[in-house]
């Protein structure tokens, strides 16, 4: 378990980017992303993209459910599952057979469709703490270890 305390948004975006330079591009990475309305997943999903090499905007996908970025090395998908009022509308979008794409998936509300949704390998929960706020990365899967463990200090 990695935790990391973010006092301003640059830390964000300086998490973000950490994490994105150490995600594989051949592999399928799913990342859960938890936490509060407005503590900040949008933010570091935003600047997460924009580390891969995005450079529109992002929006966030409350109401679509889903946004897809195709960049020039890997292909992301960032769903957010906040407004979803049944678990089988994943089945319904189609979304299901989708989950063994190689791709990069950023699941903000998994909680949401958890038994619909495959393992994350690495789930970061946002929370907040008087004035500022505490990201803790804990990996689930071997390939989640093996990314957070390259993003330890001693290892850069």
Same mark, same amino acid.
């Given at each position: 378990?990695? +935790? /990391?305390?973010?006092?301003? +948004?640059? +830390?964000?975006?300086?998490?973000?980017?950490? @994490?994105?330079?150490?995600?594989?591009?051949?592999?399928?990475?799913?990342?859960?992303?938890?936490?509060?309305?407005?503590?900040?997943?949008?933010? =570091?999903? &935003?600047?997460?993209? !924009?580390?891969?090499?995005? !450079?529109?905007?992002?929006?966030?996908?409350?109401?679509?459910?889903?946004? &897809?970025?195709?960049?020039?090395?890997?292909?992301?998908? !960032?769903?957010?599952?906040? &407004?979803?009022?049944?678990?089988?509308?994943? @089945?319904?979008?189609?979304? /299901?057979? +989708?989950?063994?794409?190689?791709?990069?998936?950023?699941?903000?509300?998994?909680?949401?469709?958890?038994? =619909? @949704?495959?393992?994350?390998?690495?789930?970061?929960?946002?929370?907040?703490?008087?004035?500022?706020?505490?990201?803790? @990365?804990?990996?689930?899967?071997?390939?989640?270890?093996?990314?957070?463990?390259?993003?330890?200090?001693?290892?850069?």
């Amino acid at each position: 378990m990695s +935790e /990391y305390l973010i006092n301003e +948004e640059k +830390e964000t975006q300086q998490l973000a980017e950490k @994490l994105a330079a150490h995600c594989p591009e051949d592999k399928r990475l799913i990342i859960f992303l938890q936490g509060e309305l407005g503590v900040g997943k949008t933010t =570091f999903t &935003r600047f997460f993209l !924009h580390a891969l090499g995005h !450079h529109g905007s992002v929006k966030s996908p409350t109401y679509t459910l889903v946004e &897809r970025y195709e960049l020039a090395k890997q292909l992301i998908f !960032h769903l957010d599952l906040y &407004r979803l009022q049944t678990t089988r509308e994943i @089945l319904e979008m189609g979304l /299901y057979d +989708e989950f063994d794409q190689v791709a990069i998936w950023l699941i903000e509300w998994p909680e949401r469709a958890q038994s =619909f @949704l495959p393992a994350a390998d690495i789930l970061l929960t946002l929370s907040l703490l008087d004035s500022q706020r505490k990201a803790t @990365l804990l990996p689930q899967t071997p390939l989640g270890e093996q990314i957070l463990k390259k993003m330890e200090p001693s290892n850069r």
